[in-house]
């Protein structure tokens, strides 16, 4: 039996194919590129594969995304049908999009930008703000990540808010689901965190009208996947005010191309799609994990529904 696997950059796919051949010595894991014998790959491990590159597998059992988001599996229009997608989740991944939220959650509170632009006019200037029990901020997405980085919020004593596609129940957090619970969900909300899976319903929600019901000045942070947002509608909202700045981790077209405006907008801080970035140290004891569990009974924890999205 093989493994198959596959990442935009070639060096990644042979550290991630290292690492699988040292957590499982019995099976035979080549970059897909190389696969001697398509019949043989009984799994497949990938991120954003390009179309078409799993149809010569005609007998696999399963393919592993290695990200939370399967929505880089499902674009490709060649995907072999009724195939099993595995999500790679875990504490890792958890900690690091915790660390990240927190982090540009605080510098949009704390106004970091504008302190640092008045350090490079040498601007001597207190800038006040409330202490984070006065600021609301809502989460986009309860999921495994959008949960705990709700909770996290919570115990820095931020007014937090969460909205997903069904109800849930997260101590501490305010729950709104559905779109009946939009709007409430969105009002007075003063930083926006977007951590959505990516779905025909979630695609383009951050928009202008979603903006303009925020309250005025409010933040943006989207750490989910890029085609949530709008960009042009993003950069209207930022030059007039309605919102006062944005970090922003994912795009519609990754590297973010030079010319795009988001590098040099002075209220858009730009990340390389690092929130929750996976390691293979890490990531690959995770899928060797579910791959075998897979094989053993048929289903893992986090298989996915391909039909709703994630």
């Known amino acids: 039996m093989s493994i198959a696997v596959s990442l935009p950059a070639e060096d990644k796919t042979e550290w991630w194919c290292q690492m699988l051949r040292d957590l499982m010595p019995d099976w035979d894991i080549y970059p897909m590129s190389k696969v001697p014998d398509p019949e043989k790959v009984t799994y497949s491990v990938v991120w954003r594969p390009t179309t078409g590159a799993m149809t010569p597998f005609k007998n696999l059992k399963a393919i592993v995304s290695l990200g939370a988001g ?4 499902l674009a490709d229009k060649e995907l072999p049908e009724d195939v099993p997608i595995i999500r790679t989740v875990g504490t890792d991944l958890t900690q690091r999009m915790k660390e990240y939220v ?32 006065g600021r609301r901020v809502g989460v986009m997405g309860l999921g495994n990540l959008g949960a705990a980085a709700a909770e996290l919020l919570t115990q820095i004593g931020f007014q937090v808010a969460g909205w997903s596609r069904a ?26 965190v ?30 989910a996947r890029g085609p949530h947002l709008v960009d042009s509608d993003l950069i209207e909202a930022l030059n007039s005010g309605q919102i006062g700045g944005a970090t922003l981790d994912v795009f519609h077209v990754e590297p ?14 730009v990340t390389p799609h690092v929130a929750s970035l ?21 289903s893992v924890p986090d298989l996915a529904d391909a039909k709703r999205g994630y």
């Open 70 to 73: 399967i929505d880089h599996v």
């Open 256 to 269: 973010l191309p030079a010319a795009h405006p988001f590098w040099t907008h002075p209220k858009v801080t």
């Open 102 to 133: 927190a982090l540009h959650v605080l510098r949009h509170h704390r106004e970091l930008p504008a302190i640092q632009a008045n350090q490079n006019r040498q601007a001597w200037e207190q800038i006040i703000v409330p202490p984070a029990t």
């Open 278 to 298: 996976i390691d293979a140290p890490t990531g690959s004891k995770i899928v060797a994990k579910n791959i075998r569990t897979f094989q053993e009974t048929g």
């Open 167 to 192: 109800p849930k129940d997260i101590p501490g957090v305010q729950c709104y689901a559905g779109a009946e619970g939009f709007g409430a969900f969105l009002e007075g909300t003063e930083i926006l």
């Open 194 to 223: 977007c951590l959505l899976p990516l779905t025909e319903n979630t695609r383009g929600i951050l928009n202008a009208d979603t903006f303009n019901r925020l309250k005025r000045g409010a933040s943006v942070i989207n750490a």
